[in-house]
């Protein structure tokens, strides 16, 4: 591996000549592959039941495991296209897991593309509150969006903006708030070599001005009391302890938070900025030779006062609609008959159509007019003559208990990759001829998506850009 000059010597000044002698061996290393099971849909006890795969525990967390990348294709199984795991290096997986959300919360993932942190810290919601998915580039906001639709996480709101451009909008109004800040990315040179390229056109000088106008403003988006967690794939102090040091003095009612330790991981390091301040050893550093993933930075910080009762977990504060042509009042007779067949209560206030497309909104939401966004709340289908169409997100977000009429495929039935493929089924042997409308279709008991069933023939509703590639 050929590394910068400029980059080996600032790594002899950060582990000493010994430890960067360990840090160099560790490219000699094969790469780990990671997997985290979405607790959205399945416990991580009954995903070991179905895995196809050897897996072995990431040890520091708690639903994250290792697989063998180089034999098993994890994102060819149908497994995946039920949403129930999402594949994440190992190392990535700790940002969302130490930054404690509770249902209810409401929470904002500044840089979230696409989407292995945001859906973790969605599925910990469990359907309440709400979680905001920003990305600044439109093309991978639409990938955040998938990713989340696909996980079944439904209280959302998919944005595209420019952090400060959300203050206005949201000034005090997260319990939590995680920015993994575009960096210099020196922790993933060993995954990926094309890294060290972009670092030589852009390094730590250039993100840090990106990284401290970032923090400065989701630290306005916090709440008096929330917690925020900021973290890099990156070893540059300039981009991890320097960028703490200058919120706490632009912000001093922030504070460094320890978290839940592991034997790998390494104190931040006070040493390396201007005013030294001991609180920056509550930071974490991820080391790919003391640890088996990549390299990380993590600081979790309080901002200081207490939550002002707002009403946000109570939904004192009602939903808000976003450009929208209706919210509350008759739901649509063709929409009610559908939702009455789903076991579950949908409030009729935080149903919102617009252009047809009929939305289920978050709780609490301010008024969003202006914002650029792809979603917002679960899309749970159209409205078109006479009738509603369900969407492929309302099928991800479902249980199979939640709906009067599925079809349930093993993970070997050849007629599962048709039907991800979407090809139209003979279900004769599943279904009676008297049968007809709307069927969940389910892998092994997990939703796929939906299909339209006529004389026990499954016309395919799964959504054409979802499906089944072969390459």
Known sequence: MNL???????????????????YLDCFEKPRYYGLRVNTAKISVEDFLKLAP????????????????????????????????????????????????VEPGDRVLDVCAAPGGKATELGAKLCGTGVLAANDLSSSRAKGLLKNIELMGIGNVLVLSEEPGRLIPYFRGYFDKILI????????????????????????????????KSIVTQAAQMLRPGGMMLYSTCTFSPEENEQTIEHLLKEYPEFTVCPMEGYEGFVPGMPETTVSKDARL????????????????????????????????????????PVRGNRTGGPVPEELAAFLGSIRRTFAPERIDVRGGK????PEGLPDLKGVRFLRTGLLLGELKKNRFEPSQALAMNLKKAEYDCCIDFPASDERTLRYLKGETLDVSDLASPKEKGWYLVCVDGYPLGFGKLAGQTLKNKYLPGWRWQSS
């Open 281 to 320: 050893k509550h930071t974490v550093r991820i080391f790919p030779h003391r640890m088996e993933g990549e390299g990380h930075f993590l600081a979790l910080l309080k901002k200081d006062g207490e939550r002002r009762d707002d009403g946000g977990h109570t939904g004192e504060i009602k939903s808000t």
């Open 53 to 100: 795969w050897p897996l072995r525990p990431v040890p520091w967390i708690r639903n994250g495991f290792y697989y063998d990348g180089e034999n098993y294709q994890p994102a060819k199984h149908p497994y995946y296209f039920a949403g129930l795991y999402y594949l994440q290096e190992p190392s990535a997986m700790t940002p969302a897991d130490r930054l404690h």
């Open 358 to 361: 009929v939305y289920y909104m």
């Open 180 to 211: 993994d800040a575009p960096c210099s990315g020196e922790g993933m040179f060993r995954k990926d070599s094309r890294m060290i390229r972009a670092w030589e056109g852009h390094g730590p000088d250039y993100f840090s001005k990106i990284q």
């Open 4 to 22: 910068p000059a400029a980059f080996e010597e600032k790594m002899r000044r950060l582990l000493g000549e010994a430890g960067y002698s360990s």
